[in-house]
C-alpha cells in the first residue's frame, strides 16, 4: 500500500474548501485534552481469538482556533505471537481542520508526519532479530458525536505509511465524561498492514478492544 504525499494534504484541502464558521461555544464536542489509551487483541483474528497484541497509546488534541486543531501521538505496540515480539513506536505530531456539520456533529480531517521505530526479537533468548527506523505519515477522516453533554461517539479512518509499514485504521469509539475534566471510554480498533520486517512482513491485521482516560482542560 504506497501512500503519496499528496494523499495525505487531500483531506486537509478538502475540509479547508467547506465555509467555516466559528460556533464553538455551541458545539457540545470537546477537542482540549490529553489521553491515555491501553488495548489488546488479536493478531490475524478477530477479536478474542488470540491475545497476541499489546498497545499503549498517548497524546493530546488542541484547539488552536475555532477549526484548527494541533495534535501530538505517541504509541507502542507490541505484537507477540509464540515465539517472536515485534515492537512498533510511533510519535506523529500533526494538524487538522474541524468542520461543524451540525450543532453536535463534527468531521475532522487530519494529517500528520514523524518517525516510526521498529524492531524484533527472539523470545526465548532475546536476540535481535531486526531494527529499523523511518519516517511516517498520516492521513485521517473522523466524525465525532456528541450524543449528550456528558456522552461522546467518534468513528475514524486514517492511513499511516513508511518503508516499514503501510497501515490501515477503522476505529470507533464512545466516551463518558464523568467530572468537568475527565472522561473514560471504550473503542474497537481494526488495522489492516502490509510489512516489511523479518518475521512480520506482508499483509497481517489487528483487532483490538481497549479502554482510555482522557483529562480536559
Known amino acids: 500500500m504506497e501512500l503519496k504525499l499528496s494523499w495525505v494534504l487531500a483531506p486537509l484541502l478538502v475540509a479547508a474548501s467547506f465555509p467555516s464558521f466559528s460556533s464553538p461555544e ?30 499503549l497509546s498517548i497524546g493530546g488534541n488542541y484547539l488552536w482556533t475555532d477549526n484548527v486543531l494541533l495534535t501530538l501521538d505517541y504509541s507502542a505496540r507490541f505484537i507477540h505471537p509464540s515465539a517472536t515480539t515485534t515492537e512498533f513506536y510511533t510519535l506523529l505530531p500533526g494538524v487538522a481542520y474541524r468542520y461543524p456539520l451540525l450543532d453536535k456533529l463534527d468531521v475532522i480531517a487530519g494529517a500528520k508526519l514523524g518517525y516510526l ?55 470507533v469509539r464512545a466516551d463518558y465524561q464523568f467530572s468537568s475534566n475527565l472522561s473514560v471510554g471504550g473503542f474497537y480498533t481494526h488495522r489492516d498492514g502490509d510489512y516489511q520486517t523479518a518475521e512480520l512482513s506482508g499483509n497481517a491485521t489487528t483487532n483490538e478492544g481497549g479502554i482510555s482516560l482522557r483529562y480536559l482542560y
Open 26 to 55: 455551541t458545539n457540545e464536542v470537546k477537542y482540549d485534552y490529553v489521553y491515555a489509551d491501553l488495548s489488546a487483541g488479536s493478531l490475524n483474528e478477530n477479536l478474542g481469538v488470540n491475545n497476541n497484541v499489546t498497545a
Open 117 to 171: 521505530w521498529a524492531s524484533q526479537t527472539l523470545d526465548a533468548t532475546d536476540q535481535e532479530l531486526f531494527k529499523d527506523n523511518e519516517m511516517m505519515w498520516g492521513a485521517s477522516l473522523e466524525f465525532k458525536y456528541a450524543l449528550t453533554k456528558a456522552w461522546e461517539l467518534a468513528m475514524r479512518g486514517e492511513v499511516n505509511s513508511s518503508d516499514l509499514a503501510d497501515v490501515g485504521v477503522f476505529h
